[in-house]
């Protein structure tokens, strides 16, 4: 997992399930009115507590895995299930649909956005959660695994900054842009997730 090629996959997968650039207009819906100060520490709060549970995840969630009897093979074939229909999600717009709907529900002057549903399910939604174990449990030791950790916190040190530059990105990239790149990295996912399928089936014998 320290190889350029693996931390440049794992990078990937992270920012297309994450999504920084698809959670900025959400993140402006959810803050409108609100000053630069109390936009920063929303921002902050959501992505602290997203990566406190990614973390979790990461350290205990094979773990889990084992104690309920799931093998790291079948949970990266469900794991890449679950990332190909998010890809199809981004591809046909249902995935932003949703996320707005969930943020809609959240637009209310005296609810802070922070926890739900910024941090959750937005930041570290299933697909996630799900990626972050399957990159942990590809990780061949310790600088792997650290390796890993890092990617997750540049790339939601990277939802921080979209966050804090919503306003500016979504004025340069248009709903025309913004829909262009979520299909590009649905796309891009696509791929990725049929690649956790095959590699849980190489695990199975049953490709090679």
């Excluded at 941090?119 to 942990?136: D, E, F, R, S, Y």
């Excluded at 600088?143 to 990277?158: C, E, K, R």
């Amino acid at each position: 997992m320290t190889d350029l090629p693996a931390l440049i996959a794992a990078f990937t997968a992270m920012f297309i399930v994450i999504d920084p650039i698809g959670l900025a207009p959400l993140f402006i819906a959810m803050t409108q009115g609100m000053t630069q100060a109390h936009r920063r520490a929303i921002g902050a709060r959501a992505c602290l507590v997203a990566i406190g549970l990614l973390l979790m995840f990461a350290f205990f969630g094979e773990s889990l895995l084992e104690f309920i009897g799931i093998s790291m093979h079948a949970f990266r074939i469900a794991g890449g299930v679950l990332l190909f229909i998010t890809a199809l999600d981004m591809l046909f717009e249902r995935r932003q649909a949703r996320r707005q709907d969930n943020a809609d529900d959240a637009i209310d002057p005296a609810h802070d956005p922070s926890i739900f549903p910024l941090a959750i399910p937005l930041i570290a939604g299933p697909g996630a959660i799900a990626t972050i174990i399957l990159l942990t449990g590809q990780a061949d030791d310790a600088m792997g695994f650290g390796a890993v950790l890092g990617v997750m916190m540049i790339v939601i040190g990277m939802v921080f900054a979209m966050f804090m530059a919503a306003g500016l990105l979504e004025k340069m990239l248009g709903k025309t842009g913004i829909n262009v790149v979520t299909r590009l990295l649905g796309m891009l996912l696509a791929a990725l997730s049929v690649q956790f399928i095959l590699d849980g089936l190489e695990g199975f014998g049953l490709a090679g």
